[in-house]
């Protein structure tokens, strides 16, 4: 979860440029969404979240 929430600000507020002014929490939402659908993961054999999970477990969760 550490690692999340450090990719969470990094992303954010570098790449995504998110001011405080901005709806945080709206962002927020995007990108986990980003994160789990299209960001691919070294980690993952550069699969997102959701290919992995689809390609070695057949299913995903409504959250992805």
Same mark, same amino acid.
């Given at each position: 979860?550490?690692?999340?929430?450090?990719?969470?600000?990094?992303?954010?507020?570098?790449?995504?440029?998110?001011?405080?002014?901005?709806?945080? $929490?709206?962002?927020? &939402?995007? %990108?986990?969404?980003?994160?789990?659908?299209?960001?691919?993961?070294?980690?993952?054999?550069?699969?997102?979240? $959701?290919?992995?999970? &689809?390609? %070695?477990?057949?299913?995903?969760?409504?959250?992805?």
């Amino acid at each position: 979860m550490e690692a999340v929430n450090g990719w969470l600000k990094e992303e954010l507020f570098n790449d995504f440029h998110i001011k405080e002014s901005d709806d945080v $929490r709206k962002s927020v &939402e995007e %990108y986990i969404f980003f994160f789990n659908n299209e960001r691919p993961a070294y980690a993952l054999d550069y699969l997102t979240p $959701r290919q992995f999970k &689809e390609k %070695y477990y057949g299913t995903v969760s409504t959250f992805c």
